[in-house]
C-alpha cells in the first residue's frame, strides 16, 4: 500500500517537536489575522517570506501552510460575530452566521464551523495523498474556454444566493465584475479607468486595481455601521443578552451533519480547480444547502446548515487547492503564488517532480495539513466562550474598534492612505446600497472573479478565432453552461409560480 | 407617471448610470476584434448589459405595484458623515501624527456618531485601543505603521 506508506512517511515528518511547533506557530498566527479583519493571509505571508531564508524548506511551508488555514479559520470568526468577513471564502458563512449570532447561538455557529471545518480538513488530507494524480488528469483538461464557463456558473449560483430581486442581484454581479475592470490591462498593459472623465487628473494606485478588502471593508463593515446607527437604538439589530448555550444543541447536529458532508464533497472537487479553490467551494455549498433547505426555510435567517456547509467547503476547498500547487506548479490563488515563491526561495522547483524528487517535504506538509487542522480545533473550541464575551460588549465600545481595525487593515494593505480613502468612498456605497435593498454579496464575488474571467474569455475567443461557439462546442464547457441555464431556470421557477398566483388572484 | 418601487426605481437609475459612464470610458480603449479583444472588449459588453439591466429595473419599479412603496426612508446623515470623516481624518493623520495621536482622534471623532457619547467612556476606549493596536499590529504584527509623530 502504498498510499499508507506515503503517509506514515509523512506523519514521521510531521510529528517532530520542531515542525509540530512551527505549524503551532503558523495557527496561532494565521487565526489571530483571520479574525483581525483586513488583514489577510495574502499580507502575512508577504511578510514573513524574508524570515523563511533561515528555516529549512519543510518546516518553512508547514509554517505557511498553518497561517493560510488558520486564517481561513479565523476569517469565518469574524463574519459570524460582526458580520466582517475576514477573508473573501467566508462572505456566505456571514448571511446565516451573523444571524444565528444575534439570535444568541453564536457558540453553535462558531462550534459548527470550527468542527465542520476540521471534519472536512480530514477527508480533505486522504483525498491529497489519495487522488492527487488523477485529479491533476482532470485540471489538464481545462483550457480557457472551460474556465470561463466556470466561473459563469459560479456567478450565477451567487444569484441564487441573494434573497432579493434576482435582477437586481445580476446587475450587482455586473458592477463587481466592471469595479474590477479598474486595472492595468493584462494583456496589453494600457491601464483602464484611472483618469477621471473631463480632467486630466490621474490615479496612479489605481492602475493595481482597488483591493478587495477596501470593498469588502466599506461595503459590509462601514455599511453596516451606519445603517446599524442610523436606526433608533431601540430598533438596532444588535444581539439578543441571552446567549442560548455555548454547544450546538442535538437538534443542531442532526441539521448540520449532512451538510457537513456536502459541503465537504463538493469542496474537496472545486478546490482542484485552479482558480476556484475555497471561494466558489463555499459559494456553492452555500447555494445547494440553500435548494434543499426549500423556500419556507429559515435560511437567512440564522440556519446552521448555512454555516456548516459553506465552512466545511472552503476548508475542504482549501486543502485540496494544495493539488494544483504541488503537482503543475500552479498556483490557484494569491495564497499559492506566495507559496509557490517560498518554494522557489528554498530551490524547490514547484511541478510534478516535487513528489519523485522532495518526498519527504510532499508528504511531511500533507500530513501537517491534518496536524494543523486538529490543532485548530484544540485551540478554538476553548476560545468559543471567550469570543461569546465580545458580543456583550456595548454597541458605543464595539462600533469605533470595529472602525479603527479596518481603518488599520486597510492603511497596512500597501502602507498607503489612498487605499483608506478608497474605503471611505466604499462606505457611502455600502449605506446606499443597504437603503435601495441591493445585497452586496454578489458583488463582491464578481469582483473577484472579474479580472480571470476578462482573461479567459478573451484568451478562448482568442484560440478559436473569434468564434463565440466555441464555449458550447467544448463538451466540459457546454456541460458547465448547461448546468449555469439549469440553476435560473430553477431559481425562476417558484418566483413564475407565485407572480401567475399573484395574476390569477387580481383576475378574481 | 408614479414611481410604484422607490427602491428598485433608484437603483436601477443607479445601475443605468454607472453602466453608461463605464460604457462611455471604454470607448478610449481599442475594442479589437472577436478574434483579437483589446482592453476596452469587456468592458463594454459589461457596463452595455448593465445598463440595458438598470433600464429593465426603472421600468419595472414604474409598472409593477408593490405593497407599500418600497420607501427609500429617511437617510442618517449624522453616522454617515461622521464615519467618512472619521476614516478620512484617519487617512490623512496617520502618516503625519502617527498611530498614537491619531487612534484617540478617531475614537473620539466615530464615538460622535452614536447617540450615547460620554466623555469617561470615550477616554478609557481610547486608551486601550491604542495600547492594543500598539501591542497587536506594530510589537506582534511587526507592520510598518508610524507610532509617533514625525517619525
Known sequence: MDLINNLAMGFGVAFTLNN??????GCVLGTLIGVLPGLGPVATIAMLLPSIYSLDATPALIMLAGIYYGAQYGG??????????????????AIDGYQMARQGRAGAALAAAGMGSFFAGCVGTIIIAAFAPPLTELAFKFGPAEYFSLMVLGLIGAVVLASGSLIKAISMIILGLL??????????????????PFTNINFPELTDGIGFVVIAMGLFGFGEIIANLGQPAEHREVFTKEVKGLWPTRQDFKEAWPAVLRGTALGSLLGVLPGGGALLASFAAYTVEKKIAGPNGRFGKGDIRGVAGPESANNAGAQTSFIPMLTLGIPPNAVMALMVGAMTIKGIQPGPQVMASNPQLFWGLIASMWVGNAMLVILNLPMIGIWIKLLTVPYRFLFPAITLFCCIGTYTLNNNNFDVYMTAIFAVVGYLFYKLKCEPAPLLLGFILGPMMEENLRRALLLSRGDWSTFATRPLSAGLLIASALMIVVVLLPSIKSKREEAFQEAD | ??????????????FLVVGLA?????????????????????????????AILGAIVVFTSLTIEVEGGDPVGHIAWRPLIIIVVAITLFGALLPRLGLVITVPVLIVVVSWAGEEFKWLGVAINSVVLTVFSWLVFVKGLGLTIPVWPGA
Open chain 1, 20 to 25: 509540530l511547533m512551527y505549524a503551532f506557530f
Open chain 1, 76 to 93: 469565518s470568526t469574524t463574519a459570524i460575530l460582526i458580520n466582517v468577513p475576514g477573508e473573501s471564502s467566508s462572505v456566505v458563512t
Open chain 1, 179 to 196: 469595479l474590477a475592470q479598474i486595472n492595468t490591462d493584462v494583456i496589453s498593459g494600457v491601464p483602464r479607468y484611472s483618469e477621471l
Open chain 2, 1 to 14: 407617471m408614479k414611481i410604484k418601487s422607490q427602491q428598485d426605481f433608484f437603483s436601477g437609475l443607479m
Open chain 2, 22 to 50: 463605464f460604457a462611455y470610458g471604454a470607448t478610449d480603449y481599442s475594442m479589437g476584434a472577436a478574434a483579437r479583444p483589446g482592453p476596452g472588449y469587456f468592458p463594454l459588453i459589461l457596463s452595455v448589459l448593465l
